[in-house]
């Protein structure tokens, strides 16, 4: 059996849809189906992340006269799966990413309009609930929430960000009449550092999970 039957049969029996696989691996969804109809050869590294994903050996992947199914663990075989099929986690990025974005306006527009905590509470409640919504529908791989996150920071940051500015202004007093002059460029400064900060660290820590 050549490696593209293989790696389609092996996904289709570990119950992920090309696009979860292609989040496990971080490669795009178009790679892995090139994988699948022959038209092209995932690279070295690819492979061994596929072996780990589908629960093979890398022999069993590369070389036609091995069996590969004959080489996935007892635990993985019939009905249990290297991960569970989780269907529709483009819908779920998508919504989550939607909620995050109306919690964030919610927030902004709300204490911008009115001056009150009531909408920006309500805009934290619906970032959090586009959290839940991602870890209930997206596929449950470490590597793949990572990749999530590193960019869902940037929608989750500023009102925390906002809120520990005026904490800070209110701490050491009102400095100077320049404060509210000074308040959004701190709070935007706060704003990246943090959001290159955490998506830095969510990076490495998706090369350090690999597609597990």
Do not use: N
């Not at 989780?86 to 009115?114: D, I, K, N």
């Amino acid at each position: 059996m050549p490696l593209s039957e293989k790696i389609a049969a092996l996904r289709k029996r570990a119950g992920l849809s090309q696009e979860q696989l292609s989040e496990a691996l971080g490669v795009s969804r178009q790679a892995v189906s090139k994988w699948e109809s022959g038209g092209a050869m995932p690279e070295l590294d690819k492979i061994v992340q596929l072996s780990r994903v589908l629960g093979v050996s890398t022999d069993a992947l590369l070389l036609d006269e091995l069996d590969c199914f004959s080489s996935i663990p007892p635990e993985l075989t019939g009905s249990a799966r290297p991960f569970p099929a989780s269907q529709g986690s483009g819908t779920g990025r998508a919504a989550a990413f939607g909620l995050m974005l109306a919690g964030l306006l919610c927030a902004v527009l709300g204490w911008r309009e009115y001056q009150a905590l009531l909408p920006v509470c309500i805009g934290l409640v619906l970032q959090i609930a586009g959290c839940v919504v991602y870890e209930a529908l997206a596929a449950p791989i470490p590597a793949a929430r990572c990749r999530f996150y590193a960019l869902a920071v940037w929608l989750l940051a500023p009102v925390p960000c906002a809120f520990t500015v005026d904490a800070a202004f209110f701490f050491i007093g009102h400095m100077t009449s320049y404060s509210s002059l000074l308040a959004l460029p701190a709070v935007l400064l706060l704003w990246l550092c943090t959001g290159c900060a955490v998506t830095l660290l969510l990076r490495r820590a998706a090369r350090r999970f690999g597609p597990e």
